[in-house]
């Protein structure tokens, strides 16, 4: 095979010096690789594997992808087009093979959020759903995974993202409350809820301000109660 610009490649392929193949294709322009890349369509099969080792030594990842694709070999292509920074590529040949976690990994890096989407939710792969929910700002979504998962800690960051105007910040800003509440932090919930109330309205305004109340009657217990014992602690004293 080969015209003349590219038999001085196959003569080498042919052979097996594949090192000297490497540097004749390096050598080559955009234009004479992708003729080579052609005429190994039509090369017997033993050949076409000797210039994909070729291709991958010559770092060629993309052109060893497409000559294994072109021989339905989609397993070792997509690894190959991952190497060659084309994942949108590599997702497709991943699923082929049914591989479909690192399809869905891939399509997330191609940007095809939409198609990593369903992937995760077929997979039930909730913390990489609840993660690309959040890179889709899609956070109340995504704070709802975190809460099944029992991470307190990365849905409280999915609730803060909530924006101000958005019709479920009530209920995030409510259940960022809980959360810091049972962590003792209950004026932090507070501080919260305070600020809330400013963009507040209807029946969001009133859950709001029935916690908010609730909370302070809970301080104000939680004093009285620390009131009793210091008061306990002093009589005792003075009783020794």
Known sequence: PGSSVTRGVWARVMKGAVEDAV???????????????????????????????????????????????SDGDDGGAAPLYEQAGAPLLAAEAWLRVGEQARAAAAFERAGSLEQALSLYQALGARESLAHLLGRMHRPMEAAQVFRVLGNAHAELEMLRAVPADDSRRPEAVLRMCELLDAEGATWRALVLLADGIKHASGAGLLLLQAEQARLLQQLGLRRARSRRRRRSRWWMAMAI
């Open 23 to 69: 540097r004749a294709y390096e050598a080559m322009g955009a234009g004479q690789r992708e003729r080579v890349l052609e005429e190994a369509l039509v090369v017997p099969a033993g050949t076409r594997t000797r210039l994909v080792e070729v291709l991958r030594q010559a770092r060629d990842f993309a052109g060893a992808a497409r000559l294994l694709e």
